[in-house]
């Protein structure tokens, strides 16, 4: 899937040569995670969770194959980018608060922290080989090349998770109410903790997320074409990828709360200088360094959220947390479309790392209990894993 989110930003600002078609991206694949994401999380307490990610993996295939037969045929248009999208974020909506909640199930205990992590460590890497494959193909062949590689990645995907055992969730109910998802919702809603986490993360990658104009700055600003389009999406997860390797060795962080305030902080100063940028080498550092401080804040507040919740309610948990992801990482392109539509691509990144900063400012004062919080803690007995 990373291929394809890369492939089709190239082939929007290609047809389009417009910012703000590219914020649209995120802003069409945003509306199904706002409400359908939060059904998604209610289904995985419900139905098998494995049979939810293979049928929401069949989704998005099919969609590249009709891509692909409409690069054959000359037909590709923005409406049918735009489409693909949309499918891809209706599958995403149910497919990973299921994948997120089967982890506790198929772990120890003892050893789920660092499996966060690990798990951490290798959708870093996917989003690492994505874009990056992604620039060579389409450098090399074409677009067609990057979604047929996607295609070929995702029969992988299918047939390995035919080999992972199936866990039935706890949650005797046997349909999605709107109860159900009531219950999630108020759950999040009363931990400070879990709530200021996940306000803070949103709010700062709407500011500070500046990969939707990627290829502005590859095309018009450092000049690298396709393959450097390529170098430069993939450097955001190379840092990432490194933290995780990095935090698999050292020792469990505890002052959890601190931590993930100081990371958000280097992530708003890392986009300021990428944003500032003007030769190719430091670009990609710099947009490295956004990946390294983004993947610690990632471990702090997925560890937290898992462990704080019981299995009959971690589906609908992880679809209110990934409803606050999909915000940030959507509404944040679609932000930065908008600004640099009026203000150019330059000053919509560095007045949006400025913004990140003061946003962990503002959460730091008014939020004192994140700030304070530590793994070691409890708030209210509740930040234990539940036995289900």
């Excluded at 890369?6 to 509306?31: D, H, K, P």
């Excluded at 460590?121 to 989003?127: A, D, P």
């Excluded at 462990?307 to 209110?320: H, N």
Aim: include cysteine.
């Amino acid at each position: 899937m990373t291929i394809v989110q890369a492939v089709i930003a190239w082939q929007v600002y290609e047809i389009s040569g417009s910012t703000l078609q590219l914020g649209m991206i995120g802003l069409v694949r945003f509306v199904p995670a706002l409400g359908v994401s939060l059904i998604g999380g209610a289904a995985a307490d419900v139905y098998d969770r494995r049979r939810i990610i293979l049928l929401a993996q069949a989704a998005p295939l099919l969609a590249t194959l009709v891509v692909i037969a409409a690069i054959a045929s000359g037909e590709v248009s923005l409406l049918l980018l735009y489409a693909v999208v949309l499918v891809s974020g209706l599958a995403s909506s149910f497919e990973n608060p299921a994948r997120q909640a089967l982890l506790p199930q198929i772990v120890p205990r003892e050893a789920f922290t660092n499996a966060i992590t690990v798990n951490s460590t290798v959708q870093s890497l996917s989003f690492v080989t994505g874009p990056t494959m992604a620039g060579f193909l389409i450098g090399w062949s074409g677009e067609g090349a990057a979604y047929l590689a996607s295609a070929g990645c995702t029969l992988v995907a299918v047939v390995s998770m035919l080999f992972v055992r199936g866990v039935a969730p706890s949650t005797a109910r046997g349909r999605v109410t709107w109860e159900m998802i009531r219950e999630g919702v108020s759950f999040v809603r009363h931990r400070p903790v879990l709530l200021g986490a996940m306000t803070l993360d949103m709010f700062a990658v709407i500011l500070g997320g500046a990969k939707a104009l990627l290829p502005v700055y590859a095309t018009d600003i450092l000049h690298v074409g396709a393959v450097g389009y390529g170098v430069l999406s993939g450097s955001l997860e190379v840092g990432a990828l490194l933290m995780s390797g990095v935090m698999i060795w050292l020792p469990p962080v505890r002052q959890t709360g601190r931590v993930l305030l100081a990371s958000v902080a280097a992530f708003g100063l890392a986009t300021i200088a990428f944003g500032l940028s003007r030769s190719f080498p430091v670009a990609v550092v710099a947009y490295a360094l956004v990946g390294m401080s983004d993947q610690v804040s990632v471990v702090m507040r997925q560890t937290t959220i898992q462990l704080a919740t019981p299995d009959a309610l971690r589906g609908r948990v992880t679809a209110v947390n990934a409803v606050f992801i999909s915000a940030s990482n959507q509404l944040g392109m679609v932000e930065s479309g908008l600004v640099a539509a009026v203000a150019g691509a330059t000053f919509a990144v560095v007045s949006g790392g400025a913004g990140c900063i003061a946003i962990v400012a503002l959460m730091a004062a008014r939020v004192p209990s994140l700030r304070r919080y530590r793994t070691d803690a409890s708030e209210g007995g509740t930040e234990t894993m539940a036995a289900g």
